[in-house]
């Protein structure tokens, strides 16, 4: 049986966020009095997740999403309920628990343009401290398993986008996370580097028991590589089974029903 290795119970954020009358006068008013409004990010989730599990996270924009995986990883502290990550509260922001996962976002870039992917990949071993056995035999996994050994001398600004998201995933998981969050992954790309892609985190998840938790809105991308599925609307968790029980259903429906029963 596997070790349940994410566990939340009633997890709650909210946000107060300033509002502003439009023009000069309600500047100048502002200067007195200040109106907030409160938001509900995310709304009393429960969420349990088991150690090698690949996991689609869906919705809409605006539903909560990022919330929640900023939550996991510690990013932002939650206004109520109880978090649990690989035994740790996130926001406690221990490195041995910073050492334990890996986030790539596919609009933000943690690779340095001007360093050559070798000096990139090194000083990524010096951030974690991975013991230089260790980092070579995972760089040379990676490098054979991605098929870039041509480009590992090669300035990081003059990689394509289907290449450069290679390499975020390879500096991602160089120290064995146990956890992998990945935002949009293959957003951008082509057909051909998104199936690569899909490919890649299928092998790392199924050789390296990688947990992986996968946050897209290319359904293709959730269809294939995830067994089970999240959804989030506005900020409330309406479904959590099967992906293909998912898909056989109406998403739009489902999305619809959880925006009235929320409203």
């Known amino acids: ?9 009633n997890l709650v954020k909210k946000y107060r966020r300033y509002r502003k009358r439009e023009g000069i006068g309600g500047s100048i008013a502002s200067l007195w009095k200040r109106d907030y409004e409160e938001k509900t990010a995310v709304n009393h989730i429960d969420l349990s997740v088991e150690e090698g599990e690949f996991i689609g996270l869906i919705g809409p924009n605006g ?3 990022t ?28 490195n041995a628990f910073k050492k334990q996962y890996a986030v790539v976002m596919g609009q933000k870039s943690q690779l340095f343009f001007e360093l050559t992917v070798n000096d990139t ?12 056995n260790e980092f070579q035999k995972n760089k040379q996994y990676f490098v054979e398993l991605f098929g870039v050994q041509e480009l590992m001398d090669v300035q990081v600004r003059t990689l394509s986008l289907g290449e450069r998201m290679k390499m975020e995933l390879i500096v991602a998981l160089l120290h064995n996370p146990k956890i992998l969050f990945l935002d949009e992954p293959t957003i951008g790309l082509d057909i051909v580097a998104s199936k690569q892609i899909r490919r890649f985190l299928k092998e790392i998840n199924e050789e390296k028991k990688t947990t992986i938790i996968l946050t897209s809105h290319y359904m293709e991308d959730i269809r294939e590589l995830c067994k089970r599925s999240v959804v989030i ?6 479904y959590d089974g099967t992906t293909e029980e998912l898909f056989q259903g109406d998403i739009e429906q489902i999305y619809q029903k959880g925006s009235e029963e929320n409203a």
């Open 67 to 94: 919330t929640l995986i900023k939550m996991l990883t510690g990013i932002i502290a939650p206004t109520e309920g109880s978090i649990d990550v690989l035994g740790f509260y996130p926001n406690d922001l221990k």
């Open 121 to 132: 990949l090194r000083l990524f071993k010096e951030i974690y401290e991975i013991p230089e």
């Open 1 to 9: 049986m596997n070790q349940t290795i994410i566990k939340t119970e």
């Open 233 to 238: 609307n506005h900020g409330v968790k309406i």
């Open 63 to 65: 539903a909560g999403k």
